[in-house]
């Protein structure tokens, strides 16, 4: 009986372990908007005026400041939108923001520079990916437990604003 009782509780854990994934269902209240404050380090998931969730997060190494340049290791501010993801991202899984815009591209080229791009909200840092608490180039990172459920809930076209 003890063994019998062995084998099905491997099987059980063997098929749990093969259903786990990454991907992950919502069916709730639509994301009608991203809204990141970098100052608070903080990003919210909203539908119209209620907030569906809250998260930390952590930014480029340079933290303050607009985007202005590629490598200059800001995260940008203004309006955008979200227009990708990546499931296979170095990160995890990422969704994409829509930076450069018309804005960011002729304010690099008054300074005679690359805006940069692929700038995105990703999952949590790499082994050998810089320590502190700001790290990224220039994205938006949280845990990947957390980017799991951004990666669902966040659909392509969502408005997002990024704010100082």
Same mark, same amino acid.
């Given at each position: 009986? &003890?063994?019998?009782?062995?084998? *099905? @509780?491997?099987? %059980?854990?063997?098929?749990?372990?093969?259903?786990?994934?990454? $991907?992950?269902?919502?069916?709730?209240?639509?994301?009608?908007?991203? @809204?990141?404050? &970098?100052?608070?380090?903080? *990003?919210? *998931?909203? +539908? +119209?005026?209620?907030? %569906?969730?809250?998260?930390?997060?952590? *930014?480029? $190494?340079?933290?303050?400041?607009?985007?202005?340049?590629?490598?200059?290791?800001?995260?940008?501010?203004?309006? /955008?939108?979200?227009? #990708?993801?990546?499931?296979?991202?170095? $990160? /995890? @899984?990422?969704?994409?923001?829509?930076?450069?815009?018309?804005?960011? #591209?002729?304010?690099? &080229?008054? %300074?005679?520079?690359?805006?940069?791009?692929?700038?995105?909200?990703?999952?949590? #840092?790499?082994?050998?990916?810089?320590?502190?608490?700001?790290?990224?180039?220039?994205?938006?990172?949280?845990?990947? #437990?957390?980017?799991?459920?951004?990666?669902?809930?966040? &659909? +392509?076209?969502?408005?997002?604003?990024? /704010?100082?």
């Amino acid at each position: 009986m &003890k063994i019998i009782k062995a084998v *099905l @509780l491997v099987a %059980l854990v063997g098929l749990v372990g093969a259903c786990a994934t990454k $991907f992950r269902t919502y069916d709730g209240p639509e994301v009608t908007r991203v @809204l990141i404050y &970098k100052e608070r380090h903080q *990003l919210y *998931l909203m +539908n +119209n005026d209620k907030v %569906l969730k809250r998260y930390h997060i952590e *930014l480029g $190494f340079t933290p303050t400041g607009d985007k202005q340049v590629e490598g200059d290791g800001k995260t940008p501010e203004g309006e /955008y939108f979200i227009d #990708r993801r990546n499931p296979n991202s170095a $990160f /995890y @899984l990422s969704i994409g923001i829509s930076y450069p815009n018309a804005a960011d #591209r002729a304010e690099a &080229k008054a %300074l005679g520079q690359s805006p940069g791009g692929d700038i995105f909200i990703h999952g949590a #840092r790499r082994p050998g990916d810089p320590k502190g608490a700001d790290w990224t180039a220039g994205c938006i990172s949280v845990s990947n #437990r957390q980017m799991e459920e951004i990666y669902a809930m966040v &659909k +392509n076209g969502t408005r997002i604003s990024i /704010y100082p």
